[in-house]
């Protein structure tokens, strides 16, 4: 997959091959933890973040963040008219402090189901 870096970490452009959705602290941990419960181990690819928010990113198909309403505490990354957000990936294997994959990537076109994902942080954060 070409947008993984081959050492470190770079910014990618949402919207080219994945939107994210970003969860920051303990309530991105849970929901990673809860998102590979729901999946059998398998969310789709997921980015920690080590200092600052401490967020979670969780890489979903170009194009399925915008038009749909996030409860707060979400932030989408994704790419529109006048719009443009990057997303931090880290390579593979290496030093990619402070990021790193909780879950990696497991093939081309595999991303977080975003529906699956909604539902879940919808859920999680009302309570």
Do not use: C
């Not at 932030?75 to 790193?100: D, E, F, K, Q």
């Amino acid at each position: 997959m070409d947008w993984i870096p081959v050492s470190g970490f770079q910014l990618r452009k949402a919207g080219v091959q994945f939107d994210a959705v970003r969860v920051d602290g303990g309530d991105g941990r849970r929901l990673a933890d809860w998102m590979e419960e729901l999946t059998g181990g398998d969310p789709g690819p997921v980015v920690t973040e080590a200092n600052g928010r401490r967020g979670v990113y969780f890489l979903v198909p170009a194009g399925t963040t915008a038009r749909r309403t996030w409860p707060r505490g979400v932030t989408r990354l994704n790419a529109g008219p006048a719009h443009v957000s990057y997303v931090p990936v880290p390579a593979l294997t290496g030093r990619t402090w402070p990021l790193a994959w909780r879950f990696p990537p497991t093939g081309p076109g595999r991303f977080v189901h975003p529906l699956l994902l909604r539902s879940a942080v919808t859920e999680m954060l009302a309570n």
